[in-house]
Structures are given as C-alpha cells and as structure tokens.
C-alpha cells in the first residue's frame, strides 16, 4: 500500500487530461437543464403533500381521542334506541 499520498496527487495532476473528460461538466449541466422537472411530478408531489397532511391529522385526532375519559354511558341501556325498547313503546 502506498502511504504517499501527496505524491500519488502530484502524479495525477502532472498527468494530461483525458479525452473523454473534455466537456463532461459542459454535457451534464447541459442535461439537467434540458430534463427540468418530470411529467406529472405536479401530482406526485400533490399526492405526497395530501398523504403527509391527513398522516398528520389522523395522527393529531388519534392522541385527542386518546385523551378523552373512557365512558360506558353510551353503552348502557338508557339511551332508548334500541329495537327492543322501540317495540316495547308501542305495546
């Protein structure tokens, strides 16, 4: 293993650039300019958008309902709905 590291970089920028490296930054940037934004990344990051805020929401509303007191009240008998009691109103 080489340990001379600053003379292995010196090497390396003694030596001629190569050919197929002339004008790569020139191509690249060429390109990006020339792809700019995909078809329809409008709605993809719309979609990302609306899944992040209802992940959010539902999120917010789980830790809210978590918080209110377990009540049975609605549960019990009382309430009169039930189609038992309906039926029996009308005896």
Known sequence: MHDDLDGLLARLAAQ???PRLH???ARVRQGIASAGAAP???WRYASVGLALAVGIWM???SVAL???PA???DLSG???FAPSSLLDAAT
């Open 40 to 42: 329809g990344s409008s």
């Open 71 to 73: 009540t049975t009240a």
């Open 59 to 61: 999120g917010g509303a």
């Open 66 to 68: 978590r918080q209110l």
């Open 23 to 25: 004008g790569l930054e």
């Open 16 to 18: 001629p650039e190569s």
């Open 78 to 80: 009382g309430i009169g």
